[in-house]
């Protein structure tokens, strides 16, 4: 079975503009979450969707946004980047609610 | 609030020397899980294990073992004969088993355990 997927794997963006990061999850899993883990901060979960629905969110900006699609695929999207913003971002899929999260490669992005 | 504490920031041991890894956790709930986690340099966070807190069996895999005490809220790993690829950062986690948890993963700070030949 194929692992998660994250594109891109490394983006490079200046202050103000925003970003749209994917996810597909494990083939059958239903739950994708979604973390940023930066020097600082350490690994910090920023929302989870199941069936299309945002089932938990953590403490982030409305900046921050996330989506869920009918097959599962998720996409994060990060608007008026700040210089704070640049992370490595992982998405992890369980096949439910509660379940085991499996990690993706992550998505370094770099805000300049 | 739940919270997981890996005071150990950084262990540098020989190769063969065994190591353990801390990991103690504070939550409310009575049900919850426990994991851990490798982030070799590539980034990818690596599944190890999963314990539930009704479950206080030690568990061996390999070279690895995992040791959970509740009486003291602590769920240590442990590496016997240590080798150079076992270097990594590992992660403790405590996801709790409330409906309004999801699967929502906190983390502790991490402990970067270097094995040097």
């Known amino acids: 079975k194929a692992g998660v997927t994250q594109t891109p794997r490394y983006l490079i963006k200046t202050r103000g503009q925003q970003v749209t990061l994917s996810c597909s999850p494990i083939s059958g899993h239903r739950s994708v979450s979604w973390y940023q883990q930066t020097p600082g901060q350490g690994l910090q979960f920023l929302f989870e969707y199941f069936s299309e629905t945002q089932r938990n969110k953590g403490n982030f900006p409305g900046r921050f946004s996330g989506r869920q699609f009918s097959n599962s695929r998720s996409e994060m999207n990060v608007s008026t980047l700040e210089l704070g913003d640049s992370a490595l971002y992982l998405c992890?899929?369980?096949?439910?609610?509660?379940?085991?999260?499996?990690f993706g490669p992550g998505t370094r992005l770099l805000v300049l | 609030a739940q919270k997981v504490t890996q005071a150990q920031t950084e262990i540098s041991v020989v190769e063969k020397e065994d190591v353990t890894l801390d990991c103690v956790y504070e939550?409310?709930?009575?049900?919850?899980?426990l994991f851990w986690y490798k982030q070799p340099p590539s980034g990818e966070l690596v599944f190890l294990i999963r314990r539930n807190s009704f479950d206080e069996q030690n568990e061996i895999s390999g070279r690895y073992s995992w040791n959970f005490q509740k009486s003291t809220s602590s769920f240590n790993f442990t590496i016997t004969a240590s080798q150079v690829v076992d270097s990594a950062v590992y992660f403790c986690a405590l996801s709790e088993a409330q409906e309004t948890s999801g699967s929502r993963l906190t983390f502790g700070e991490g402990t970067q355990l270097t094995v040097n030949p």
């Open positions: 939550t409310r709930d009575t049900t919850y899980y």
């Open positions: 992890a899929s369980s096949s439910g609610l509660r379940g085991t999260q499996y």
